[in-house]
């Protein structure tokens, strides 16, 4: 019901669609509707939308913070994908998209030609250029090659996000300066020194946010202990994002074309009907279950069962201002939390971003370590982010995930 009542919205506005259609001027002499019709014709629009409709790009409901939106929606990722990385796209949009969409058709598409006959894919995408990684700080560029590049404009590491913080109650005799937040303040690691050691403070982080994708496909950004070798690519790495997550389209399993979800069923054609996805992420997950429960032992990490099953997360060492958190039972009170007093300007409408710093006797004492992290352990732990917030379970690169995470138990073992 719902393609044919596209059909009927679609087929009374197709002329004006095309009559309305901006971009450069083509060729004298040569007739739009040849180029235009390629693309912009019922047939296959209905079964773009169709697809389209059932993709997480699709169903994610807009994030309109500054932080979120130049990826979470439509008009954000236009903004910043607007000017070349090297002119300052940062961390965020200029300000909140308070009127943000979810995305569409020309979040990723536009056209910057009519005359499709060397590259027609690049010349309907919004931007193929390199992408400055936030892993880097933006510093530079990567080429991850031109389609690539457009899902790695977000599909990487989340970068600093710059939050102002207030200490309205701390005890007294105790800080009231402000603090800066980075999100990633040890990147890049530096594995010369894996035996000194380094403070992990509250309200610091290594979130990878999900989104490392293009990181762990190009074999780059893992934590990599020195004397170690490392393989950057193995047999699909010539392959584009394109080539599985939009691969045939099957409207039965909701699989391939614009779902971005890939139809394993073409995948098996190439293995003799053979799955090779499950055997590697099963082996892949094995070991990062086996990394994250060293870490535990040591009281980097702690472990946590609940109704979604296991998760492991990192355990503080230091307080916000850097004081060591005893590992036994203290009275004396810490900055141990930064619960988020974002608050609303009655002059732009615009959130105006901001955490207030806890100070609370430190109720988790048991669970620490005691003692600063070693860089080792936090290369380790980092690892384990890096490919538990991947969500491929490691199969965009099966050989470098494999590296990073046993390198890691080797290392712990030896240390």
């Not at 997480?56 to 910043?80: D, I, L, S």
């Not at 943000?100 to 030609?113: I, L, N, P, Q, V």
Request: aromatic share 10%; hydrophobic share 30%.
């Amino acid at each position: 019901m719902r393609a044919a009542i596209k059909i009927l919205m679609i087929i009374p506005f197709t002329g004006f669609v095309l009559a309305s259609c901006e971009g450069p001027m083509g060729a004298p002499g040569k007739d739009a509707n040849s180029s235009c019709l390629k693309c912009h014709n019922t047939e296959k629009t209905v079964v773009i939308e169709e697809a389209f409709d059932v993709s997480a790009h699709y169903e994610a409901n807009p994030r309109t913070g500054k932080y979120c939106a130049r990826c979470h929606t439509n008009e954000g990722f236009k903004e910043v994908t607007r000017k070349p990385w090297a002119s300052g796209v940062l961390i965020s949009t200029t300000n909140d998209v308070t009127n943000g969409t979810r995305m569409d058709c020309e979040t990723c598409h536009k056209h910057s030609s009519f005359e499709f006959t060397d590259d027609t894919i690049t010349q309907v995408l919004r931007t193929t250029a390199p992408v400055s990684l936030a892993y880097n700080n933006y510093s530079g560029t990567t080429d991850f090659g031109k389609i690539n590049n457009l899902c790695a404009s977000c599909h990487q590491i989340r970068g600093a996000r710059y939050v102002a913080y207030s200490d309205a109650t701390p005890p007294t005799g105790g800080p009231v300066t402000n603090k800066a937040f980075n999100e990633l303040p040890y990147f890049p690691f530096d594995n010369t020194k894996e035996a000194t050691t380094v403070k992990y403070t509250v309200g610091t982080s290594f979130s990878v946010h999900d989104g490392n994708q293009s990181n762990l496909f190009a074999g780059i950004n893992g934590y990599e202990y020195s004397g170690k070798t490392y393989t950057r690519t193995w047999k699909h790495s010539d392959n584009s994002c394109t080539d599985c997550h939009m691969n045939e389209y099957d409207a039965t399993t909701e699989t391939g074309g614009h779902t971005f979800k890939v139809n394993t069923a073409k995948c098996t054609e190439c293995h003799n009907g053979s799955d090779k996805i499950t055997p590697a992420q099963s082996l892949i997950d094995a070991k990062r279950i086996e990394l994250a429960e060293l870490l535990v032992s040591r009281k980097v990490f702690r472990k946590t069962t609940g109704s979604s099953g296991v998760s492991y997360s990192a355990v503080p060492s230091h307080d916000f201002y850097g004081t060591l958190f005893p590992g036994v039972s203290s009275a004396t009170k810490y900055a141990t939390a930064l619960p988020a007093t974002n608050t609303v300007s009655a002059t732009t409408g615009l959130v105006v971003y901001g955490n207030t710093v806890t100070w609370a006797v430190d109720a988790d004492y048991a669970l620490r370590i005691g003692r600063e992290w070693k860089y080792g352990e936090l290369g380790a732990a980092y690892n384990y982010v890096y490919i538990n917030s991947e969500l491929s379970k490691g199969v965009h690169n099966p050989t470098y995930a494999l590296q990073l995470l046993q390198n890691s138990i080797d290392w712990l073992n030896s240390n």
